[in-house]
């Protein structure tokens, strides 16, 4: 497995990072102050579909490339994914100076609800609460959405709960899922207007 290379501007709070393995080749490129572009291939259509809501409702600029083993399973890419977008998070970020830290959303879609909440801690932990009827919503393994969150939260270095609180609709319980992250994440990466350059902690870093 090779390092992953990155760039990184600060003023753009832009970020590109590519990942390639023995299972994947990746890159992923972020921009956390875009209008919510997404160009997407990553070898999974709902997962796609998917990173297009966090694109969206984030108003994150998101390219995305993979090629995997899907020949095998998914589950390599999506998790793969989530580490590298974690990665480009991280980097885009930087010192974390001057941003509000905390997102949350709450996030409903027909009989579903989901709630999400981020903290940029500089800690890795997730707290995941969603009960699936079924196994997979078309082709896509529903058990693969906690390995991308896994993924995320360890190299973006941020605490994440989620909770999907209720819903009957498989597709619909994800899509809220990730519509929320996508609105949690552009709540906590948003700049402090009140503390601009400050640390958010009482510790003096993350």
């Not at 589950?75 to 830290?101: N, P, Y």
């Not at 879609?109 to 707290?127: K, Q, T, W």
């Amino acid at each position: 497995m090779s390092a992953p290379s990155a760039e990184r501007s600060p003023e753009a709070r832009s970020a590109e990072v590519t990942r390639n393995t023995s299972e994947t080749r990746i890159r992923v490129r972020i921009d956390l102050d875009g209008s919510g572009r997404a160009q997407l291939a990553s070898g999974v259509p709902f997962l796609d579909h998917m990173l297009d809501q966090i694109a969206r409702h984030g108003l994150i600029d998101l390219e995305v490339q993979c090629a995997g083993d899907t020949d095998i399973d998914d589950h390599h890419s999506v998790e793969d994914i989530g580490i590298t977008l974690g990665q480009a998070f991280d980097r885009a970020l930087g010192e974390r100076k001057g941003i509000l830290r905390y997102g949350h959303a709450y996030v409903p879609l027909d009989e579903a609800l989901s709630r999400v909440v981020i903290d940029f801690s500089g800690r890795p932990g997730l707290h995941y609460f969603v009960d699936f009827r079924r196994d997979r919503v078309g082709g896509f393994d529903v058990d693969l959405a906690y390995e991308f969150f896994q993924g995320f939260v360890n190299h973006a270095r941020a605490t994440l709960h989620i909770d999907n609180l209720r819903g009957a609709n498989e597709h619909h319980k994800l899509e809220t899922i990730f519509k929320a992250f996508g609105r949690a994440l552009r709540a906590a990466a948003t700049r402090d207007e009140r503390a601009p350059g400050a640390m958010p902690s009482t510790k003096g870093s993350l």
